[in-house]
């Protein structure tokens, strides 16, 4: 589950905000409709922890487009 949302964060890094809104509310749905978890407080924590898991492949994705940009600049 954590290397999914990692991996949502790094592809869609670039829109960063609708990419957490979309973790922070898909996350906890796709729990509920596949009977993962009962619908109630426990989806609150799964929403943070999809937030949290997201955000690091946010910032992986901000920071490496960031590296590139600062390469491309400095070769020409």
Do not use: D, K, Y
């Amino acid at each position: 589950m954590i290397p999914t949302l990692i991996l949502f964060g790094l592809v869609f890094g670039r829109w960063w905000g609708w990419s957490l809104v979309a973790a922070a509310v898909g996350w906890p749905v796709l729990l509920a409709a596949t009977g993962v978890m009962p619908v109630g407080a426990a989806l609150l924590g799964a929403s943070a922890l999809a937030v949290t898991n997201t955000a690091v492949g946010v910032c992986v994705h901000q920071v490496t487009a960031r590296i590139i940009r600062r390469l491309r600049r400095h070769s020409r």
